[in-house]
């Protein structure tokens, strides 16, 4: 049996979410299971770019607009000056030819990484499966996650 | 022998409290022998509200003050503008009836999660065994905190 | 053969990577086998004072000026308002005579504390083995990273 590796994306920093992206395809490439699981800002990494207003409340729906989230948009935790930041770290990031957020989550998913979403976390901001982009193989709650995490020796909040 | 898990609780931010309680309570419930290890800003989550001045230097005693923590206080990491934010988060959460770190606190306490508060920290915010609310049950160093780690595979610095 | 324990130094908050040295050097004292990764502001943490232009292209080397890093200019996290921050910090913990970070260096590799950096954030911020303080034993990828965590149960990112 391989080796099993979990992942709490609890941040949507672009900085945050490019490590749990960088070392999750790590160990999937190193023949771990990983499992990835989104939860509270983290959710955002996973949010499709356009969220439909359904049976959001108005406070979930509002929030929605100010958190837009979404692989796409996010960015970094620092730096945010003086033109050096998220665009400066992306041009970067392109020109030293690291994958883009969007591309660490194409690898992990033809790496077989397992996305799960908290559903906690989804029931307090008003979010659906719908919500989020297809690679999304599952939601779960901690206790899904902690059996999980408890097979494996490698298990990460980040 | 039942599965160890701990989860270090180093920031005061309410959203990680939040997340650090979440965990640990539904550890508890899985069967999880569960510890957590307040340090640094962490300690804020387990202060009393009013804390006595007591041998504290001027500097310690200042610092308390402007860092009041106890867990009915915290404010959330991000959002804390345009009225969402804190108040945003702890009105959702009554609506969809989750529980508030207060709560989170009790029920962990009924489910037998062990606190300890970080002594080292401590010592440099001045801070006692009667500054903390009853639920914690021990202060102790990292080395205490290690030894249980070392014997779990679940292991959170949040 | 002895317990193993790693630490993922991500950030350069100054109470953070106190806190990742205190628990390394507590590990080893105890006896374990203590890795550090460091990556992404991480990095600055072992940076030298002084970092060279050498091959850096213009933005790496200007935010290079932006993030002096290091461990003696490293900044806290919180509180860096009315002069309670990271002097008063500083100043406390020599009052209550805690290990400075430069001191929780210098223990570490007494105690052989093993320090790698990581390769991926290096090329992205433009940095090379040279721009580090002498008491980095090796540059290395997420792979070996991981080979290592997944031989111990204590695996933190900070």
Redesign the interface.
Known sequence: MS?K?TV?V?SDDL??AL?AF??AN??A??G?EVTMFF???GLGVIKKERVARGDK?F??W??GL??RGSARRLKMS??NM?G?GTS??K???K??R?PSLQEGIALAKEQGVKFMACT?SM??MGLTRDDFIDEVDDVA???TY??I??????????
Not at 149 to 158: D, P, W, Y
């Open positions: 080796e590796m709490i609890f900085d945050r490590a960088n070392l790590t160990g490439s190193m771990m939860t509270f800002w409340s406070m979930q509002a929030m100010m958190k620092q730096m003086l050096f400066t770290m041009s970067m990031m020109t030293y690291m906690t029931a307090l709650g901690a206790a902690l059996g995490a408890s097979e494996g020796k490698v298990n990460l909040f980040i």
